[in-house]
């Protein structure tokens, strides 16, 4: 399974997606639309251990207004 954001695109700038673990490093980051996390370390890898992650989006809409979403997502195998 692979985490990336569903919705139409077109025209959004800026995009940036960051997952951390809990404490607070990065295990993942990706400035392409397209490119989801697969859970492992940066898309290579070992496995992440299974857990809560935060995840952090921030991109600007066609109109120019910028937004930022966050939340969570859990790791289970």
Known sequence: ???????VYLGLRDY?????DR??????STT???EGWNGTH????SD?????YQYFVKYTEPRGEKQS???SV????
């Not at 404490?23 to 993942?28: D, L, M, S």
């Open 42 to 45: 940066q898309n290579q890898g």
């Open 23 to 28: 404490y607070g490093a990065i295990v993942f």
């Open 1 to 7: 399974d692979v985490f990336l954001p569903k919705g």
């Open 32 to 34: 392409d639309i397209y």
């Open 16 to 20: 940036q997606l960051e997952i951390y």
């Open 69 to 71: 979403l966050r939340g």
């Open 74 to 77: 859990t790791i289970i195998r």
């Open 48 to 52: 992440v251990p299974i857990g809560v």
